[in-house]
C-alpha cells in the first residue's frame, strides 16, 4: 500500500491480491485434476495461472506497481481460460470454461476505471466468438469423464455466478448506501445533527393534514438562545458551535420519537410536538428552558434560552401558524431572558 492511498484503493488493491492468491490455489487444484487424468496441455494452464501470478504478486511486492500488477493479472484471467477452452475442444469439452474469462472485465469494473472495463469486456465477447468461430476446427471430445465435465459444468456456473452476484450486490449496496448518506446530509444539520429547514414545510404540511384529519393538537415551539453573540464574541465561534452541538443534542434528548426539531439557523430552533396540546406543550418547552439553563456543559458562559409556543388551530395555514409561534417568541424576549410565552 502506499501511504497516499485512500482507504477505497487500499481496499481495492487488499481484494485483488488476496484473490489472485485463491485463484492461483484453485488453478494449481484444477490443472492437478486436468493432469491426473492424462489431460497434461490442459492442466498446463491453470498451472500457468498460479505460477505467473504468484510471480507477479512477489513483482508486485518489492515494485508497488499497482497499474502493471493489475493489467497482467486480467491478461491472465482473460486468455488462459480461453486457451484451456481450445486444448479441451471447445465449448461443451471444457465445461464451459471461458466463462472464466468474464472475470476480467469484472475484475477490471471493481479494480480499475469504468471506461478500460468496456474495454476488457469487449475483448471477452471477442474471444467467445472466436471460440464459436474455431468450434469445428477443434479435437472431438478429450480424455475427461463425462461426470468430470458435468462437475465442472456445475463448478463453473455456480463459482462465476456467485462471484457476478457478489458484486452486483456490493456495488447496490454501496450505491444505496451513498444515496442514503446524500438524503440524510440534504435536509440534517451538520452541527447539530438535527433536521435543517429543507424538510420544515413539507413536515408541518403533513402535521396540519394529521390534525385537521384526526382531531389530535399538534404543538410548535420557536426556540433562540438569548444573547448567543456574546458565546462566540467572548469564548470563540468553536466554543459556539460546541455549544450549539451540546444544545442540539439536550433537545433529542427531551422529546419523543414522534416529534421534530429542526434548526432554522444561527442560534434559532423550531419543535413540533406531535399530538400534544397547548398546556403538554408548555409543560414540554418549560423542561427544556430549565434544562438549558442548568445545564453543565456551558460553565464559562451559562446559556439561556426564550421560547414561544402556539398550537395548531383549524382555520390556520402553515404559514400562519409560524408566524404565531415567532411573535409569541418575541414577545417572550421583550419580557425577558429566559421566557416562555404563547
Known sequence: MEPGDSEEVRLQKSLLVASSIMIAMAGTLWGSIYI??????????????AVASTINI???SLTRHYRLFRNIQLILILLLPFLLQLALGGFISSSAAVLWCLLCPLG?????????????F??????VILGGILQPEMRQGNNLPSWLILMFFVGNISAISTIAFTLLYHFVSEKQEFLTQLETQAVTDPLTGLYNRTLLAETLEYAIHQSN???????????????FKKVN??????????????IGKLLRNRIRRSDKIFRMGGEEFMILLYNTDTDQGLQVVEEIRDAIASNPSFPEHPVTASIGVATFEAEENRNQWMKR??????RAKSNGRNQVAL
Open 36 to 49: 491426473a487424468f492424462d489431460e497434461p496441455l490442459a492442466g498446463s494452464f491453470p498451472m500457468s495461472y
Open 58 to 60: 512477489l513483482v508486485y
Open 108 to 120: 477490471a469494473l471493481m479494480f480499475g476505471q469504468r471506461h478500460h472495463a468496456i474495454r476488457w
Open 122 to 127: 469487449l475483448a471477452f465477447l471477442g474471444l
Open 213 to 227: 384529519r384526526l382531531n389530535i393538537p399538534m404543538t410548535l415551539a420557536t426556540l433562540d438562545l438569548d444573547h
Open 233 to 246: 464574541d467572548t469564548m470563540g465561534h468553536d466554543a459556539g458551535d460546541k455549544v450549539l452541538a451540546d
Open 325 to 330: 409561534c415567532d411573535e409569541n417568541l418575541y
